[in-house]
Every structure is written in C-alpha cells, then in structure tokens.
C-alpha cells in the first residue's frame, strides 16, 4: 500500500518569514495529494490539493508543488502569520486504490512574533 | 449545513466497556470514514464505507466495528474497550466519483480508556 513521509515534525518561523514543508510517497498511481491544516481541538480541515496532471497550485499565500518523477510534493506558505501556527498533514491517494488517502506524520508549525 | 458532526465530544471508558461513537453528515455524501489519530503517527483509517450497506476495512480494524445503515449515519463500535484504543477519533465524508473528491473531517472525539 502507500506509504507517506513527511518532514519536518517540527518547524519554528518568525512572522513574515516562508514555511515549507515537504512530503514523499510510495505508490507511483497516486494522482490526488490534499493539504489538510488542524487547528488545537479542531478535526483537520483542507486548506489547498493538487492532482497529477499539474506541477504547481497556488492560492493567495499558499502553494503546493508536485515532482512525479521524484515522487515528492511540498507545501509553502509565505508571508506566514500567527494564525498559520497548527498541524499539517499531507495525504495521497490514488483512483485504483478506492481513493483511500494515507496521511504523513504531520508538522507542527509555529510562526513567532 | 452542518457539515460532519460527532457525539460525545470526550468519553472516558474502564477497559472492557463498550460504546459507540456516532457521526452523522448531511452532505449526501456516499463515502464516510473513520480515523484515530495518535501522536507522531498521523491519521490512520479504521473503517470506511462507499454507501449504505456496504462497509470495509482500512489500515486498522481490530476491536471495532461498523455499520452503514442510512446514508447519513455512520457509527464506530467499540466492543469491549482496550487502553489501546486511547486516541482521538475522527469521522470523514466525501463524494465518491472517478476523481478524488474533497474530504470533510468532523470535530473528533477524545476518548480514554482507563
């Protein structure tokens, strides 16, 4: 089955500064890997996706970018502000796999004042 | 809308217990999942289910059971609770179709077992 490996666990911004997170996967036919943001006490909520058909998805501060070939996919979030500080998790799945999504390991991420 | 919701929102159980944990989404959606996060390991799916009647196995079944009677409704089992089973559960749903579709999670229940 797919296996997702995300980096880092941890990652410390000041406001202002660029955050980037970054995923791997295992299972070539993946074709769909979502972004999910939790906040403390709160159930993960999508914040951005990208399909296997596009390199780059951008919305206002938020980006993902998608490498097949190497099999990787990365968040950036930039002009990061406080309330960017939660969890993130990124995900994959594929159509021949029922569409079932294996998720990383999550990073907790904290943009300082 | 009110989207995916859960009851209780935190429950406490003496190992050997049983309970049911109850999600409920009003999206019409077929697919509904359930998942345990545990810390550094991420959310792990339990079960899932593509529509009323039909249920299956993810990546960690054991100790729980399911049932998908109505197309909103998509109940988690616990038969007889292990401390084990110590996590914070989170009820999903979706649309199914050729591509993937957006996931909707709902706000979890924390349970101990003691």
């Known amino acids: 089955g797919e296996n997702v490996e995300q980096h880092p666990s941890t990652l410390s911004v000041q406001e202002g500064d660029s955050a980037v997170i970054k995923c791997t996967y295992s299972d070539s036919a993946s074709n769909y890997f979502p972004w999910y943001k939790q906040e403390l006490g709160k159930g993960p909520q999508l914040i951005i996706d990208?399909?296997?058909?596009?390199g780059e998805k951008k919305d206002q501060r938020i980006a993902v970018t998608l490498n097949k070939t190497a099999k990787h996919f990365s968040l950036h979030i930039t002009e990061t502000q406080p309330e960017d500080s939660a969890v993130y998790f990124c995900a994959a799945s594929s159509t021949g796999g029922g569409n079932k999504l294996t998720f990383g390991t999550g990073t907790q991420l904290k943009v300082e004042l | 809308n009110a989207g995916v919701t859960q009851t209780p929102k935190f429950q406490v159980l003496k190992t050997g217990q049983s309970m049911t944990l109850q999600c409920a989404q009003d999206m019409n959606h077929e697919y509904m999942s359930w998942y345990r996060q545990d810390p550094g390991m991420g959310l792990r799916l339990i079960h899932y289910?593509?529509?009323?009647?039909?249920?299956d196995q993810g990546e960690v079944p054991n100790g729980y059971n399911v049932s998908r009677s109505t197309t909103e409704d998509f109940p988690l089992r616990l038969l007889s609770a292990a401390p084990s089973q110590t996590s914070v559960y989170f009820c999903?749903?979706?649309?199914?179709?050729?591509?993937?579709?957006?996931?909707?999670f709902g706000p979890g229940t924390r349970l101990l077992v003691l």
């Open positions: 990208i399909r296997s058909n596009v």
């Open positions: 289910s593509v529509g009323a009647g039909i249920t």
């Open positions: 999903a749903s979706r649309r199914t179709g050729n591509i993937p579709e957006t996931q909707y």
